[in-house]
């Protein structure tokens, strides 16, 4: 049983589950823009989310579920599965989702200082968190329809920057407000009795 806590709790597991639903449901959000293949959707907001409210290790795990499921054929993005959605227009994106919630995760728990700095602090790392999913998906999306680099730019990033900023200052929001109550070793478990002693005898 202690080995099993060193490794994946099921406490962690069941939140990284939710959060890889939150990813499936947020898709159905999407608005298709008719110049480029690739739809506005909310599903990097459950990214962002994952990372920070999980932490580096269960944001990854929750979010690397839908890559694996998806490519192995389950009708988990926009009810599409399978190598064709990974390979298509849009796998580049897709592809980085878990790493960027890694990213977020490993950085929004060095965050320190007054409420300002903490605020200012996760809007940033959220920003690079979707300027990540640009990076693999605007190059992937370049290569699969044969556009420029400048041409895919333009179909694959500059639209949706409005959009990722509104959803990195929502993304903060929630995750600051809710980290006080959740801190990530409460939703995972991990480390939860021993932040619970420590507070505990704090009060005292």
Request: hydrophobic residues 50%; charged residues 10%.
């Amino acid at each position: 049983m202690r080995q099993l806590s060193t490794t994946l709790s099921l406490r962690g597991v069941a939140f990284s589950a939710l959060f890889a639903a939150l990813v499936v449901v947020f898709g159905y959000v999407s608005i298709p823009l008719g110049f480029t293949p690739v739809p506005i959707t909310l599903q990097t907001l459950a990214v962002l989310l994952a990372g920070g409210l999980l932490g580096p290790r269960y944001g990854f795990f929750s979010i690397i579920i839908v890559v694996v499921l998806t490519a192995v054929g389950f009708p988990l993005l926009q009810g599409k599965g399978g190598l064709a959605v990974m390979l298509g227009p849009t796998g580049g994106y897709v592809i980085m989702w878990p790493f960027a919630a890694f990213i977020i995760g490993l950085l929004v728990r060095k965050v320190k200082g007054n409420a300002w700095l903490q605020r200012l602090s996760v809007f940033l790392i959220m920003c690079l968190g979707s300027f990540l999913l640009y990076v693999t998906g605007v190059l992937w999306l370049a290569h699969v329809t044969g556009l420029t680099l400048p041409q895919a730019t333009v179909a694959g990033m500059y639209p949706y920057i409005p959009g990722d900023l509104i959803k990195g200052a929502a993304a903060t929001a929630i995750v600051l407000s809710l980290r006080q109550m959740f801190p990530p070793e409460r939703l995972t478990g991990h480390g939860y009795e021993t932040v619970r002693r420590r507070t505990h005898t704090m009060e005292e």
